[in-house]
């Protein structure tokens, strides 16, 4: 949840648009309200509220949620631990997002933005009503001791913020960022999405008088100067949050429409099957699904029927994301740095049967990085795409110019046996043997066989056919469900053989590309490199996305990397419905329309008048 609302997972648009001439360090800073990496703002310096919000929801109501597996953690900085769900609606960062925009950014914590013509820095200036739960100002020292601490005590952020070499006070209300590149648009704009922490808070004294440590995990109510306040814990099982009605920013144009419901509370649940139950017997107010089988199947119940839940599939918030699900093989485990083993892999997953048999036919495959985007590779390359192709022909495999991509076709008998049979044939060009019923490595004799990680047990009703299918060919595959907590440090350690991942990608793909497929990241703890690819030609085609200087050449150098990444087979494909399914009871709303990029969850929906 923290990360979605980074770039996304994970995914969501992040951005800064050049606008004009900016003044050098050396002259007289220009200030801008907000900030767009392509195009211009959508909305005026004196805007009154974003528009698709209801300027006239009540503040009332609570707020049902529910989550699946645990935490045990209330510090948003460290990779340690589970975090509890909506923790981030205590804090506030120094810009926030319009999901009417796919690059817009507007001061939220900072009244105003400024940056040099080279963007080797940026400066905010923060409001001087911004205040902690506690009535303490926010500082310029509060955003610098959260960047340290980030960088410090976090894997991702660590990454994410490698290119920011400094932070230091430049004026009593006015931090400074540096860069050790000049011209990379984006960097303004991430700088402006990390959760600013109270520093004094931190480095104070628990109600029992112990010492704080950012370093660890924690369960103590954390404080932040966001619209909501911790109400209670209960380790593991449940998290309430409280509306603050002293919040600081509730009347600034960013916010207002938002933040409707006087408290937000999640319960936990071990099990996906019971988490539903909950929502069908009214206990949860609000449900996404992510099963197509359950909802064709198990939304026919008397709350459906009589408009007491209402269900709706959205597009909006597809729109301007990317989709990537897949199988990921470690590369990091030498069975699997054979790209012919993982194409292998592929050619062993029957999608149209998992369609048909059980999601009714609700899914598609997905066949790009970028799926359902304009930014998804198709064909063959051409024009400036085939050029970045060609400048790195020694370094990418020969099909990039001559095939299409396209993933195995199953769903018949026939079709599954020649997929079957090509996967064996790719197996034995590996070094690989069908031995009995056991694919054997020729030179070491080991069996192949490997453990797929998941992070829930409801996970694994759509695992089993594809493990039945690799036992076809001579392949052990095994199923392992482990606890959030232990899926967590398992991922950021990369101690496993196989996951199911996930990557969302926004509109403007960026810095955030080395984090899932760079080099720089293929040994670093908590990256998101998941596959652990460490390929020269994506290292240079991520430079040559992050420093487009128009459109065009993004989007040329962002499909020429689809094309990379799908050519050397360093995932397996899964799929994705491209709509967001939601259920809720008619107790809660939303405002008239949704944004074109979203949900508006929870922040613009509200209790229904008379309701609660």
Do not use: C
Not at 112 to 118: E, K, L, N, R
Not at 162 to 185: C, L, M, Q, Y
Request: net charge negative; glycine share 8%; aromatic share 10%.
């Amino acid at each position: 949840m923290q990360l979605a609302r980074l770039k996304t997972g994970l995914a969501v648009a992040l951005a800064i648009t050049v606008l004009g001439s900016s003044a050098t360090m050396a002259q007289e800073p220009t200030w801008r309200h907000g900030m767009a990496v392509i195009g211009d703002l959508k909305l005026p310096e004196d805007f009154k509220q974003l528009p698709y919000v209801d300027v006239n929801a009540p503040k009332a109501g609570e707020l049902r949620l529910a989550d699946e597996g645990t935490f045990d953690n209330l510090n948003p900085v460290i990779d340690r631990g589970a975090p509890a769900a909506g923790i981030t609606m205590i804090f506030d960062t120094l810009m926030k997002r319009s999901e009417d925009e796919v690059f817009g950014t507007y001061g939220l914590l900072a009244e105003a933005v400024s940056y040099p013509d080279d963007i080797s820095s940026v400066t905010f200036r923060l409001r001087p009503e911004a205040k902690w739960a506690d009535g303490q100002p926010v500082t310029p020292e509060d955003v610098i001791f959260s960047m340290e601490m980030l960088k410090e005590h976090s894997a991702f952020y660590s990454g994410y913020y490698r290119h920011v070499t400094g932070a230091e006070k430049t004026g009593e209300r006015e931090v400074t960022f540096r860069f050790d590149e000049k011209n990379n648009r984006e960097l303004p704009s991430i700088v402006g999405d990390f959760p600013v922490l109270p520093k004094h808070w931190w480095e104070g004294q628990d109600s029992q008088g112990k010492q704080r440590d950012i370093s660890r995990t924690t369960l103590e109510a954390t404080m932040g100067s966001g619209p909501y306040n911790i109400a209670s814990v209960q380790p593991g099982a449940a998290i309430r949050y409280e509306l603050r009605d002293d919040y600081w920013g509730k009347d600034l144009p960013i916010n207002v429409g938002q933040h409707n419901f006087r408290a937000i509370s999640y319960t936990y649940f071990a099990d996906s099957d019971v988490e539903f139950e909950s929502f069908r017997a009214g206990t949860v107010d609000f449900r996404q699904e992510n099963s197509s089988s359950r909802w064709a199947t198990r939304y026919d119940f008397d709350a459906v029927k009589d408009g007491r839940v209402i269900k709706e599939a959205l597009t909006n918030p597809f729109k301007a994301t990317g989709i990537m699900q897949a199988f990921v093989p470690n590369m990091r485990r030498d069975m699997f740095k054979d790209a012919r083993v993982r194409e292998a892999l592929n050619y062993a997953y029957d999608f149209e049967d998992l369609n048909k048999n059980l999601a009714h036919g609700g899914l598609k495959r997905v066949d790009s990085f970028f799926w359902g985007t304009e930014l998804a590779s198709s064909g063959l390359p051409e024009g400036r795409e085939l050029e970045l192709l060609e400048e790195l022909k020694d370094k990418i495999p020969e099909r990039v110019f001559t095939t299409p991509y396209t993933n195995p076709i199953g769903g018949d008998p026939q079709k599954v046996r020649d997929n079957l049979r090509k996967a064996v044939g790719l197996l034995k060009e590996a070094g690989w043997e069908l031995k009995g019923n056991r694919m054997v490595n020729t030179k070491t004799g080991q069996p192949m066989s490997f453990e797929i990680l998941l992070n829930s047990p409801s996970q694994e009703r759509t695992v089993l056919p594809y493990v039945a299918s690799l036992k076809k060919i001579g392949i052990e595959a095994r199923l392992r469900s482990v606890d959030a907590s232990q899926y967590i440090n398992r991922i950021r350690s990369f101690d496993y053989d196989m996951m199911y991942g996930l990557w969302g990608q926004s509109m403007n793909p960026g810095n955030e590309q080395v984090e899932y497929w760079g080099s720089e990241s293929v040994d670093r703890q908590g990256s998101r490199n998941y596959a652990g690819i460490a390929d020269p030609a994506v290292d240079s085609l991520i430079r040559k996305i992050v420093f487009a200087t128009d459109r065009d050449e993004q989007v040329a150098a962002i499909k020429a990397m689809d094309r990379v990444l799908l050519a050397n087979h360093y995932v397996v494909p899964m799929f994705y419905s491209g709509e967001s399914k939601i259920a809720y009871w008619n107790r809660i709303t939303h405002p008239e329309r949704f944004p074109e990029y979203g949900l508006g969850f929870p922040d613009t929906w509200s209790a229904k008048q008379g309701s609660n």
